[in-house]
């Protein structure tokens, strides 16, 4: 175990960053606990999550999920940097009060939205919202219109994503239920689990659990991850329950104690990620799983490591109405001794796709 204030090198960071993502060893786990282990899972492709776990769980079946969205055990709605993500109920309920700063100031800062509704009478514009979508789960393109009915002078959509923006609205099935397909439709989060949202709104356990399955990370990581202001002053309030390292650049990174450190030697097998996947997205300094010239991986579609590293990525189809093609481009030569065991886990993985239908792979050109 590292030292308090000891240096730790990148391959160390890759190998903590992966064992605490379940990707250095397919892991026995309830889908229940990973999701939650993993503090949500990226879900704006409703397969994502469920490639997520494959990538992570032995033995996990796209079944196990899809039931607990169907039984409204997990749900999707806006969260860390007020994007979709999966949680379990009890994170819903737990960290959309927390997230919801940022999720607001995402909505004025960054959207054109809040301005385009300027002047609205905010408090009633929600109550509306909220007893529309309580009534029945609607779409955007629905909840504008009827919006609209009520505020005339403002913009139908706009009205529709501030409300989206600014109440804690899920997604109902069959929208993320694996082989089933429908429109986001949308109802508030406490009228679908039927229990109000926490009151605590304080990051603090928020923070210790992103340490818990991201770190050791700076506040800048953090922010990152969690789209927060004000995350260095936390840390700083959590200091005397926290470890510290430092990276490669001097950097001051914070850990929870007793969190896996893997020898940085551990072997680390290839292993494909969904679109979007918080492994890669959820450090202000990505170097610990991409090389520089791949660390802006923002737009990627599906990606896959090897040895630990981001290496290339992949894409699945649809082969007529009965197949499944998935196409795996390297950004760099892979090397021979790590060559057969990613072609098997391509091999796994459109078998996991394709769900009982023929599938094929094919390597592109680097």
């Known amino acids: 175990m590292a030292k308090r204030g000891e240096a730790i090198g990148r391959r160390a960071l890759n190998r903590a960053l992966l064992g605490r993502q379940l990707l250095l060893e397919r892991t026995r786990m309830p889908a229940s606990k990973a999701v939650e282990h993993l503090v949500g899972m990226q879900a704006q492709v409703p397969r994502d999550p469920y490639v997520g776990l494959w990538s992570r769980l032995d033995g996990f079946r796209a079944e196990e999920l899809a039931r607990m969205i169907a039984s409204r055990k997990a749900v999707r709605l806006g969260l860390m940097r007020a994007t979709l993500h999966l949680v379990s109920a009890r994170d819903c309920i737990a960290l959309r009060p927390v997230m919801q ?25 929600l109550a509306v919202g909220r007893k529309l979508v309580e009534e029945r789960p609607l779409s955007n393109a629905e909840l504008g219109p009827l919006l609209k009915e009520r505020f005339p002078e403002y913009d139908a959509a706009s009205l529709a994503q ?19 397909s429908g429109r986001p439709m949308r109802t508030t989060a406490e009228h679908w689990l039927g229990r109000p949202l926490a009151q605590e709104t304080a990051p603090d356990k928020a923070i210790r659990r992103y340490l818990a399955a991201f ?36 950097r001051e990174l914070f850990d929870v104690p007793g969190a896996p450190m893997p020898d940085p030697d551990t072997p680390a097998p290839p292993r ?74 391509a091999e796994r993985l459109v078998e996991f796709l394709a769900d009982g239908r023929p599938g094929a792979v094919r390597f592109g050109s680097p």
């Open 272 to 345: 494909f990620l969904p679109e979007y996947d918080n492994a890669l997205l959820s450090h202000a300094d990505r170097s610990r799983i991409a090389d520089v010239n791949y660390a802006d991986v923002r737009f990627l579609r599906g990606s896959f490591l090897v040895d630990g590293f981001l290496r290339g990525t992949w894409n699945a189809e649809r082969a007529g109405t009965d197949g499944m093609s998935l196409l795996v481009v390297p950004f760099v030569r892979v090397p021979k001794r790590h060559r057969a065991a990613l072609e098997e886990e």
């Open 215 to 250: 770190g050791p990370a700076s506040p800048s990581d953090v922010r990152t991850w969690s789209g927060l202001r004000g995350v260095a002053e936390v840390m700083e309030r959590l200091r005397p329950r926290l470890r510290t390292f430092r990276d490669e650049s001097g």
């Open 162 to 180: 501030v409300v989206c923006y600014t109440l804690p609205l899920v997604q109902v099935p069959p929208r993320g239920v694996w082989g089933s």
């Open 101 to 125: 700063p940022a999720i607001t100031r995402t909505l004025h800062q960054s959207s054109p939205f809040g301005k385009a509704v300027s002047g609205v009478d905010m408090k009633k514009l």
